[in-house]
């Protein structure tokens, strides 16, 4: 069975410091990690994905995720937060790019 | 830039009653799936559509739910009776489909937040 963690509730970081959202991943096969967010009774809204090729993987709005296969993780980046980047924060993945499973979330916080 | 469509956006509902979703996805996309959310949690998937054809209900609750894409365009997803444990926000998605390039991304709707008092 495949499943995807993402092992902080909460995280806060201060406007124009770097954020770092986590994950990790179990599947069979090469996984294909999605980033979604979340803003209040919205729905999900497409960040970035890996498929295959680059390990690292830029985004939509200045996001970019890097792909450590050794690890197993998909870690979501940002070189300098803005207050608009507050939001939940899923990462999703799967072995065959259809049936994705979603981590809990991440509740990102940026303080102005 | 196309949007996944759905309605309504909030429903209250006692329970024992009836309640349907309805979902557009975006144009051309041949595969819609229906995921539900409870508060605090990621998504699950509750059924997947390729065109009208579903191709994956293991976790719907038959015997409540039900979800239909008859011309393989748009979907409703129906919860009969409702029960206290169903509130949740209910979202659907759209991917292109086989062959289409992208078809591994899934697009979402806003969601309809479903209350069952």
């Known amino acids: 069975a495949q499943s995807v963690a993402q092992p902080e509730d909460q995280v806060n970081v201060a406007e124009g410091n770097p954020l770092t959202v986590k994950c990790t991943y179990s599947?069979?096969?090469?996984?294909?990690l999605f980033w979604y967010v979340q803003y209040p009774n919205r729905g999900l809204q497409f960040l970035l994905k890996?498929?295959?090729?680059?390990?690292l993987v830029k985004g939509s709005y200045g996001f970019e995720a890097e792909f450590n296969k050794s690890q197993t993780s998909f870690h979501l980046k940002k070189p300098s937060a803005l207050v608009s980047d507050s939001g939940l924060y899923f990462c999703?993945?799967?072995?065959?790019?259809?049936?994705?499973?979603f981590g809990s979330g991440t509740q990102l916080t940026v303080l102005p | 830039e196309a949007e996944v469509a759905q309605s309504p956006r909030y429903k209250i509902t006692e329970k024992s009653q009836a309640v349907a979703f309805w979902c557009d996805p975006i144009?051309?996309?041949?595969?819609l799936y229906w995921y539900r959310q409870i508060l605090g949690q990621g998504p699950e998937l509750l059924v997947q559509?390729?065109?009208?054809?579903?191709?994956?209900d293991s976790q719907l609750p038959k015997d409540r739910f039900s979800a239909e894409r008859l011309k393989g365009v748009d979907s409703t997803l129906k919860i009969q009776p409702a029960e206290l444990g169903d509130s949740a926000m209910y979202l659907c998605?759209?991917?292109?489909?086989?062959?289409?390039?992208?078809?591994?991304?899934?697009?979402f709707g806003p969601g309809t937040r479903l209350t069952v008092l």
């Open positions: 890996y498929i295959t090729g680059d390990n």
């Open positions: 599947v069979s096969g090469n996984p294909y």
């Open positions: 144009s051309g996309h041949a595969t």
């Open positions: 998605a759209s991917s292109p489909g086989e062959g289409a390039g992208e078809a591994d991304t899934q697009y």
């Open positions: 999703a993945g799967s072995g065959s790019a259809r049936q994705l499973t």
């Open positions: 559509f390729q065109d009208e054809s579903v191709v994956d």
